[in-house]
């Protein structure tokens, strides 16, 4: 059983940072992938970026150039630090792992207004 627990999300004004933090606990496998979700109200939950145990980085086109993932594998936690926040990034941010099966965490809601 695997345990991934989100911290970091708050409300900020558009063209602010914020920096999410997962920490996953239990039977975790060296070679994974980790990686954060959000989901808008009414909306499906989207990959916004995935990292693997490797170091192999993805990100959603709409968030290139503003977000950036990373882990510490020795920690066994996954970051997502978000620079000049726009309001269409408002969602419940989920951190995930899989090793086989998919793990998800509980979600941090990001709110992104003035």
């Known amino acids: 059983q695997v345990q991934l627990v989100e911290s970091g999300g708050g409300l900020v004004q558009p063209g602010g940072s914020l920096r999410l933090s997962c920490a996953a606990s239990g039977s975790i496998s060296r070679l994974n992938v980790m990686g954060w979700y959000r989901q808008a109200p009414g909306k499906q939950r989207d990959s916004v970026a995935t990292i693997t145990s490797g170091g192999t980085i993805n990100y959603v086109d709409s968030v290139k150039g503003r977000f950036t993932i990373s882990r510490d594998n020795a920690k066994n936690t996954v970051y997502l630090q978000m620079n000049n926040l726009k309001p269409e990034d408002t969602a419940v941010y989920y951190c995930?792992?899989?090793?086989?099966?998919?793990?998800w965490g509980q979600g941090t809601q990001v709110t992104v207004s003035s």
């Open positions: 995930n792992m899989i090793m086989g099966y998919t793990y």
